[in-house]
């Protein structure tokens, strides 16, 4: 198993920059696909982001690609999120969640994702 925390959520205004980060306990980080999902008020969860285990390949959705990055450190057990750009639709509670999917390539579905944090609200004013 696998627990997550998230961090460096906040308030910003449109056209700034957070970064946020997800610190995961237990010895066997590297062998998770990792991702990032937000849901904002009345919407569905959607997938945001996510990296493979050796972090040398990401995924990105359509409306987050070009101003968000995401990275981790095997190493150090974290996975991050650069989000720059931020707009008002970026709202939501951000939530970094672990796959043990067998293939390569990240899934973008929740649902292959079995351990998830507690999530994180960024807020974009405008």
């Known amino acids: 198993q696998v627990q997550l925390v998230e961090s460096g959520g906040g308030l910003v205004q449109a056209g700034g920059s957070l970064r946020l980060s997800c610190a995961a306990s237990g010895r066997t980080f590297s062998s998770y696909i990792m991702g990032w999902f937000r849901q904002a008020p009345g919407k569905e969860r959607e997938f945001v982001a996510a990296i493979t285990r050796s972090g040398d390949s990401t995924s990105l959705s359509d409306s987050v690609r070009g101003r968000f990055t995401i990275s981790r450190d095997n190493a150090k057990n974290t996975m991050n999120l650069q989000m720059n750009s931020l707009k008002p639709e970026d709202t939501a509670v951000y939530y970094c969640?672990?796959?043990?999917?067998?293939?390569?390539?990240?899934?973008?579905?929740?649902?292959?994702?079995?351990?998830w944090g507690q999530g994180t609200q960024v807020t974009v004013s405008s």
């Open positions: 969640a672990a796959c043990s999917w067998y293939r390569r390539d990240p899934p973008t579905a929740g649902t292959f994702y079995a351990y």
